[in-house]
């Protein structure tokens, strides 16, 4: 944030070059001076007073034009937007940057390839269906930005030619999901990219392969890589040579259903493959993968052979085929663990924690499982795993029956049961596996039950609850949670409900 002094400052030096057009605001008299502009609600709706401003002559020396998203241009007629595409290209042609982001026009005039010096582009969601073949010859541009484009397609095969671009921003978003645009195979060409958010592997012959990444080796920040189900072969992901793109520091692998391959989607064993030849580089903080078909993890999922020792976030889920999930107790910084949807595991044991280590998931705040609609059981937990767990999510088990004793969990103080219908106990309280000696219950400050319908706790030693406890959220499709309430003491609790 600017103080108001240096932001007075800042306007007093530079007078005359920047100049906002706001509603009511006159024309500024020194048109010749400006080389940076920003146009808010001019004052009237066919835009005539910004088509002659934009026409004028001296107005050439505009280096910077930002077309805010509250701008006329959002509802003005179309006439008035030829108007606006006439006055500028042909007035403006060192324009150094452009930014219609928000705003709605359709299509972009073919004399945008007139702006030779362009090197910023943003196109945020506009209504823009097809980029004229003219903005592929801007062989300075830098920055492209097309996110939230929802009626954009697809991408030229000439967008190779973008020899200079470091930024391309592509990703759709639409309701109920995301949609990417057809990317082309002159994608690897653009090897001086170092943000490229998505690339949407095609399945034609014409489209762009996971492959083209090879080349793309400055590449940093986040990364995803939708459709992979598309690579048939797995040498096409060793040559993309995630590991060697060291400045990625988030990755994201999904497959998916639908393939437009003539031969069909690859199979199990070419997906484990896939994935095995995608690894990662080491200093990965973030990990997402989904709908994977393989039939197995790769070993370095578990740090193998070296561990990653940075990666703090990883998401793993709706992968069909798996009957184990993979050693991620290995990973020594690991804070955040989602599992979602890996509904053929019938038990989640001691492969999770994995062999070699004294403790296991040494960094681990935050764990959830979603949707394990085959598990029966988690356990093979061992004292001293999960030291810095503090919240542990379960959620959609219809057949899960037991879980680790929560005494094992030293640290855990929110604990969120839902659909878990065959659970029926819970052990706050106990003996360690390797001791004679009894554990405490975990620090426990909120608990939130929901639609377990057997879970009940009694008085036995146990089952008694933790006096931590400040808050219990319980749901009518509990019913055997109705005495619950006689086990803590009121004065204890800061918030009860049973809804």
Not at 197 to 211: A, F, K, P, T, Y
Not at 455 to 467: E, K, M, N, Y
């Amino acid at each position: 944030v600017m103080h108001d002094l240096i932001h007075d400052l800042a306007q007093y030096i530079s007078r005359g070059e920047y100049y906002q057009m706001e509603k009511e605001k006159q024309e500024c008299s020194l048109v010749e001076r400006i080389r940076h502009m920003s146009l808010y609600d001019p004052r009237n709706e066919d835009g005539e007073v910004m088509t002659r401003f934009l026409s004028h002559p001296r107005t050439k020396a505009i280096r910077t034009l930002l077309v805010m998203r509250t701008c006329w241009i959002t509802w003005m007629d179309v006439s008035a937007k030829l108007k606006f595409h006439g006055a500028l290209v042909p007035h403006l042609e060192f324009l150094r940057a452009l930014s219609l982001s928000g705003v709605k026009i359709g299509e972009l005039p073919d004399s945008i390839g007139n702006l030779k010096h362009l090197r910023y582009l943003n196109l945020e969601t506009t209504d823009i269906r097809v980029l004229p073949e003219t903005v592929f010859r801007l062989y300075h541009l830098q920055t492209l930005l097309l996110e939230g484009c929802e009626y954009l397609g697809s991408l030229s095969k000439d967008v190779g030619k973008l020899s200079n671009l470091r930024c391309l921003k592509i990703r759709k978003h639409q309701a109920g999901g995301v949609n990417v645009v057809r990317m082309p195979s002159g994608i690897g060409r653009l090897t001086s990219l170092r943000t490229l958010d998505v690339l949407n592997v095609g399945g034609r012959e014409e489209d762009c392969g996971v492959q083209a990444l090879e080349g793309l080796t400055h590449l940093r920040g986040r990364l995803e890589i939708l459709n992979l189900q598309n690579v048939l072969k797995a040498d096409h992901a060793r040559l993309a040579d995630l590991k060697g793109k060291r400045k990625v520091k988030e990755l994201v692998l999904c497959w998916s259903g639908d393939c437009v391959c003539s031969s069909g989607p690859a199979s199990p064993d070419v997906q484990t493959k896939v994935l095995e030849n995608l690894r990662p580089p080491n200093h990965l903080i973030s990990l997402e993968v989904y709908d994977y078909g393989g039939l197995v993890f790769p070993g370095w999922m578990g740090g193998d052979p070296t561990p990653f020792s940075k990666l703090a976030h990883v998401v793993i889920g709706w992968c069909p085929n798996m009957s184990a999930l993979p050693p991620l107790g290995l990973l020594p910084s690991l804070q955040h663990l989602r599992i979602v949807g890996i509904d053929t595991v019938e038990a989640v044991g001691a492969e999770f924690r994995g062999c070699g280590t004294r403790v296991a998931f040494p960094a681990l705040v935050e764990l959830e499982f979603h949707h394990m609609e085959g598990c029966r059981a988690w356990q093979g937990v061992e004292r001293g795993d999960f030291p810095l767990l503090k919240r542990l999510t379960l959620v959609s088990f219809p057949k899960l029956e037991s879980i680790v004793p929560l005494y094992m969990l030293p640290a855990l103080e929110v604990l969120d049961l839902f659909k878990c219908g065959r659970l029926a106990t819970l052990k706050f309280q106990g003996c360690g596996p390797h001791s004679s000696s009894p554990s405490g219950p975990p620090p426990l400050r909120e608990m939130h039950i929901s639609m377990c319908p057997l879970l009940r706790f009694s008085h036995d030693d146990d089952q008694q609850l933790p006096s931590t406890l400040q808050e219990i959220r319980i749901t009518s499709d509990c019913p055997s949670l109705v005495d619950l309430f006689e086990l803590v003491e009121p004065e204890d609790l800061t918030s009860v409900s049973y809804v």
